[in-house]
């Protein structure tokens, strides 16, 4: 960092405390924006040029010095300055410093009000679209390990009690299916988003005659933004960003809880590839899910990201507040977060050893075919509920005995109901639970092939 002169002193007779100049500087942070900076400051002085407010001559002037700063930034070879607080200031004042006070018309009828937000928004429309495609690839990780498994049982779980046995593949699509709305929501958020705030200046617009709809169409906005208040107090595409991402991690932390579980000596279902998992210091046997943890423990951050812009934006008076300088921190955090956890997945999950035995075994236990029992004597005329006791009672004396309901014998069963006939065994047989469930959107293997087919329409 370099001492530069600040570029609104002219007021001023004092100079700026120390620690107020770094309180009030942002360029750490937003230094990220600086080719959304040039893009929406090339667009600007286009569109001054062409509404005559600068001279074509100027605005070449002006772009050309824009992009040797832009190859510079690139390059890595831009020195950022925290007496000039900010990436508009920093490369608004080096414009200057190298093509000569003909820079300092770029800011003719702008202000950082609406560049700043045409910054961010340029940013977060990118970040939106990288998000959506790469969670696109990640569903079709899951939708081929859904295909090559089909067929592998494994406990279906409520209140983490095994429930009824379901396909792997089921319970892989469920993930399918929430990263679908999770893609959904930043194609949506996108498109809401793009609006361009650029031209609403401070706050109330200018009486220099732009050409908002030019900017905009340069910049690829759907439109301009159509109340100047609006466009530089409003942080919603930030905060729909947040939430998405919220959102998205929750999902992930779901499945990393599913996978710390199912990698434990306890479940044994499935064996973490050895690329993302790590050892113990002192235990030498250990193989720990901390990839799994870390994008459990991550999504707290997320969320923290989430509740803390809510929290700044809540009290704001209109239009625009210095507490907004907040609002970038926690979205890069954010995209990062998210965008990791979504590519330690695309690399890992296809990765995972699948132990179908252990699957299968406890998927048979703790008498996970009661319910189909049930259905069986009520299919045979008895009310569900009295069919639920008659089950009810046969499950007490499989745990008395210390065996499943399969192992009865007839006998036994009929003991407690009539309507039972030795049919019964193949109606408890584990392959027939599972292929019974028929329903729509059930884990029958028919249902699965289905929803497995129409899952790889994205494939096109
Ligand atoms: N660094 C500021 C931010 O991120 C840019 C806008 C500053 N505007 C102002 N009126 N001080 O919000």
């Not at 709305?181 to 617009?205: C, Q, T, Y």
């Not at 732009?210 to 759907?222: C, G, H, Q, S, V």
Request: hydrophobic fraction near 40%.
């Amino acid at each position: 960092m370099t001492t530069k002169k600040r570029m609104w002193g002219g007021r001023f007779q004092e100079e700026t405390d120390k620690l107020v100049q770094e309180f009030n500087a942002s360029i750490e942070i937003d230094q990220v924006l600086a080719l959304q900076d040039i893009q929406g400051s090339i667009a600007h002085a286009t569109m001054l040029a062409k509404q005559n407010i600068i001279s074509d001559e100027e605005a070449k002037t002006i772009i050309n010095g824009l992009n040797t700063i832009q190859s510079d930034i690139e390059a890595g070879n831009f020195a950022w300055s925290v007496e000039l607080e900010d990436v508009h200031m920093n490369i608004e004042a080096e414009l200057t410093n190298r093509i000569g006070a003909v820079g300092g018309k770029l800011h003719t009828a702008r202000s950082r009000n609406d560049q700043v937000a045409t910054d961010f928004r340029l940013w977060c429309r990118e970040e939106n679209a990288i998000i959506a495609s790469m969670l696109h690839e990640l569903r079709q990780v899951l939708v081929e390990l859904a295909e090559e498994n089909l067929g592998a049982i494994m406990p279906g779980y409520t209140h983490l009690q095994v429930a009824q046995p379901v396909l792997f593949s089921h319970h892989l699509l469920a993930y399918f299916e929430m990263f679908s709305r999770d893609e959904e929501r930043f194609i949506a958020s996108g498109k809401r988003m793009n609006i361009s705030p650029l031209g609403a200046g401070a706050l109330a617009g200018t009486g220099f005659n732009i050409d908002r709809e030019y900017t905009a169409k340069l910049l690829e906005f759907e439109s301009p933004a159509r109340n100047s208040l609006d466009a530089v107090s409003d942080r919603d595409f930030a905060l729909e960003f947040l939430s998405n991402s919220a959102i998205a991690m929750m999902h992930f932390s779901r499945l990393s809880e599913e996978l710390i579980l199912w990698s434990s000596q306890e479940f044994g279902f499935v064996r973490l590839p050895d690329s993302h998992t790590t050892g113990s210091s002192i235990m030498p046997q250990k193989k720990n899910p901390d990839v799994s943890e870390l994008v459990r423990g991550t999504t707290g951050r997320a969320y923290g990201n989430l509740i803390g812009l809510l929290t700044v934006m809540k009290g704001l008076p209109l239009t625009y507040n210095k507490d907004m300088q907040e609002d970038k921190e926690g979205s890069f955090d954010s995209a990062k977060t998210l965008r990791t956890a979504i590519q330690l997945h695309i690399d890992m999950l296809p990765k995972i050893v699948i132990n179908k035995e252990r699957m299968y075994h406890a998927a048979g236990r703790a008498y996970s075919n009661a319910t189909d029992l049930a259905d069986y004597l009520a299919k045979k005329g008895l009310p569900f509920r009295e069919a639920h006791e008659v089950v009810g009672q046969l499950v007490a004396i499989g745990i008395n005995k210390g065996c499943d309901l399969q192992d009865l014998s007839l006998d036994e069963m009929k003991g407690v109901s009539e309507l039972i006939d030795d049919g019964v065994f193949e109606v408890l047989e584990l392959t027939s639970v599972v292929n019974a469930r028929t329903s729509y959107g059930g884990t029958a293997r028919s249902q699965v092939e289905h929803q497995i087919e129409l899952a790889k329409k994205i494939f096109i």
